[in-house]
């Protein structure tokens, strides 16, 4: 399932991160602050193209699972772990990771809840049906006084770091390519090809389409706990309908199917976001017309190229 050479390049790209993370604190701040967010973006892209890319859905409620990854992780660093008393090395590299691995699972639980019922939709129902969760979970975090409610929560600690960040995104590209190259993962493929002609080979399609959903929401909770921990606040709000078209763009952009044009499309659109805010209440325009204009001149996908003519993962 997994190469001896993709193990390897896995294992350097964990290796440098946790070197760049060591003198991460002579780096700008803000610098740092926007490469960990394109490394956050980077494992929502990943996981919501298994969905959207390979499996041949339609979500729009990736920031639903983002959020529920989001809160859980930092419920459990806010509330928990000062009760047990751990250090702060303990804290920072056992607790911390047990908490993004919970709030993944619990996304994982509410992609089973979402998929299991919906997923014998397809095309623009199955888009509604997710877009109604996103703002389901939305609705309810504005509404628990226990995580803030629409106040937000605060006090979240800063345990978000270039290892955690990045060792995450390489993991979440290492998975999904893993999983699609498998014998088993040959069945997504097949399921966005052709849904009529899996069933009709015997291959149980919801199951395939519950799988990557809970498999894209598990990394997408990941990826929130991150946030969550880079930010020290959260607030429903963030986890909008905004945010989901946001990764959906860069699944679209980067091309649909496509593990390496989507991390580049990912990096791409964050350091693009920040570097826009310069043109303050214009920022969104320009945004919207560089889109626009991507959209009408690269409809396939703005890395997809000639040597990347079939869908990587395909043989």
């Known amino acids: 399932m997994f190469p001896p050479r993709s193990q390897r390049i896995l294992l350097a790209v964990l290796a440098a991160s946790a070197l760049l993370s060591a ?20 494992v929502l892209a990943s996981s919501l193209n298994l969905i959207n890319g390979f499996t041949g859905q339609f979500s729009l409620g990736h920031a ?13 660093t806010t509330t928990l772990a000062p009760r047990l008393g751990l250090s702060a090395n303990l804290l920072q590299w056992g607790f911390f990771p047990l908490s993004l691995v919970a709030g993944g699972l619990l996304a994982a639980l509410a992609g089973i809840a979402v998929g299991a ?12 049906v997710t877009l109604g969760f996103g703002e389901i979970i939305k609705v309810v975090l504005q509404n628990v006084d226990a995580v803030g409610a629409s106040r937000g929560l605060t006090g979240i600690p800063s345990h978000t770091n270039l290892f955690w960040v990045f060792g995450s995104a390489a993991v979440t590209v290492y998975v999904v390519w893993g ?13 966005a090809d052709d849904e009529v002609a899996a069933e009709a080979m015997g291959l149980n399609t919801t199951r395939y389409k519950i799988t990557a959903f809970v498999v894209g929401a598990f990394f997408a909770g990941v990826a929130g706990g991150l946030y969550a921990h880079l930010k020290g606040y959260l607030n429903p709000g963030g986890f909008s309908f905004d945010k989901s078209i946001e990764i959906v763009v860069m699944v679209i952009l980067g091309g649909m199917g496509r593990h390496s044009g989507v991390v580049v499309a990912a990096l791409l659109l964050t350091v693009l976001t920040e570097s826009l805010r310069q ?13 626009i204009v991507l959209m009408l001149t690269r409809p396939q996908g703005l890395f997809v190229w000639p040597l990347w003519s079939k869908k990587e993962g395909r043989p």
């Open 23 to 42: 003198f991460s604190g002579r780096l700008n701040p803000y610098f740092l602050d926007v490469a960990l967010g394109a490394g956050i973006s980077v």
């Open 64 to 76: 639903g699972f983002m959020a529920v990854g989001a809160y859980a992780s930092a419920m459990l």
């Open 117 to 128: 019922p919906s997923l014998r939709l397809k095309g623009d129902y199955l888009a509604i």
């Open 179 to 191: 999983l699609l190259n498998s014998t088993y993962g040959r069945g997504f493929l097949a399921v």
């Open 279 to 291: 043109t303050g209440a214009f920022r969104m325009i320009v945004y919207s017309v560089l889109l």
